[in-house]
T-cell receptor
């Protein structure tokens, strides 16, 4: 079965550079979530999109932005990178069943290292 | 906020032993999920719980949605070395929140 695809899997950037992560959700999933997981930490919610509109916002820095496109894929753009941005970035997708209960399926993650 | 308290933080057990971990919150959730994460990979869903009091099994795993909707537990019976990983609870209301994780080590 198709899963959530994230690219790139690994990315190395220097401070103050920009980075873009991409996420391709499971087919027919209309909701995308972005999470940041630092070393030894639990995943921290950044932002989510439903039907191409931002649906919820978590602890996403102002230097980051994201969007969901017409084909439902999403991109997370990170500018003015800082050392503390080094982390695993996970994308997850779900469909919005009428019951309102969401089950998130996660991608394998993109590891960002800022030097 | 919707903070989740997951315990224990880590467990070191012998192969064959049973494992129990839980999550509690001061807020109610309408869904409880349990995920397992292995190094460098994304969390993989183990069990989803949708109703208060619901008890669900997946092989050697059993999880329950607390009757107050503020807690959940996960049990693993007869642990094996491949159970090693970090187990996260996640509660959903308007958005998904994760516990801090339970790091499980199984000694052969």
């Amino acid at each position: 079965a198709a899963g959530v695809i994230q690219s790139p899997r690994h990315l190395i950037k220097e401070k103050r550079e920009t980075a873009t992560l991409k996420c391709y959700p499971i087919p027919r999933h209309d909701t995308v979530y972005w999470y940041q997981q630092g070393p030894g930490q639990d995943p921290q919610f950044l932002i989510s999109f439903y039907e191409k509109m931002q649906s919820d916002k978590g602890s996403i820095p102002d230097r980051f932005s994201a969007q969901q496109f017409s084909d439902y894929h999403s991109e997370l753009n990170m500018s003015s990178l800082e050392l503390g941005d080094s982390a695993l970035y996970f994308c997850a997708s779900s469909s919005r069943p009428s019951s309102g209960a969401n089950v998130l399926t996660f991608g394998a993650g993109s590891r960002l290292t800022v030097l | 906020g919707q903070q989740l308290n997951q315990s224990p933080q880590s467990m070191f057990i012998q192969e064959g032993e049973d494992v129990s971990m839980n999550c509690t919150s001061s807020s109610i959730f309408n869904t409880w999920l349990w995920y397992k994460q292995e190094p460098g990979e994304g969390p993989v869903l183990l069990i989803a719980l949708y109703k208060a009091g619901e008890l669900t099994s997946n092989g050697r795993l059993t999880a329950q949605f607390g009757i107050t909707r503020k807690d959940s537990f996960l049990n693993i019976s007869a642990s094996i070395p491949s159970d090693v990983g970090i187990y996260f609870c996640a509660g959903h209301w308007n958005n998904m929140r994760f516990g801090a994780g339970t790091r499980l080590t199984v000694k052969p």
